[in-house]
Nanobody, 121 residues
Framework: QLVESGGGLVQAGGSRRLSCAGS????????MSWFRQVPGKVREFVAG???????SYGSSVKGRFTASRDNAKDTINLQMTNLKSGDTAVYYC?????????????????WGQGTQVTVSH
């Protein structure tokens, strides 16, 4: 099970930190990633950290978002800075038993329930 937290309302240009905690199994051998989705659009890859510690970012957030994980706690965090209105979405945490950072949502085995991030002007 994956549970996200940290969503909310933030002003444009501000920062927000999301967290995702895994439970029920060890996720240390999983790639853990963040996706986001707005109504009517496909789920978009945001960032991921492989079990080996490599990271990857979507082009729209590169340089503004930083993903990090703590294998001892089975958590992955997403530090978001310089937020824009286009970052408004439901953010989901996902995990897949692989060392590959997949950017397609269907590749992932486990999902959280999502947390809403709303960026206001």
């Amino acid at each position: 099970q994956l549970v996200e937290s940290g969503g909310g309302l933030v002003q444009a240009g501000g920062s927000r930190r999301l967290s995702c905690a895994g439970s029920g199994r060890s996720f240390s051998d999983y790639t853990m990633s963040w996706f986001r989705q707005v109504p009517g659009k496909v789920r978009e890859f945001v960032a991921g950290v492989s079990r080996g510690g490599m990271s990857s970012y979507g082009s729209s957030v590169k340089g503004r978002f930083t993903a990090s994980r703590d294998n001892a706690k089975d958590t992955i965090n997403l530090q978001m800075t310089n937020l824009k209105s286009g970052d408004t979405a439901v953010y989901y945490c996902a995990a897949v038993y692989s060392d590959v950072i997949y950017t397609v949502a269907s590749s992932y085995d486990f999902w959280g329930q999502g947390t809403q991030v709303t960026v206001s002007h």
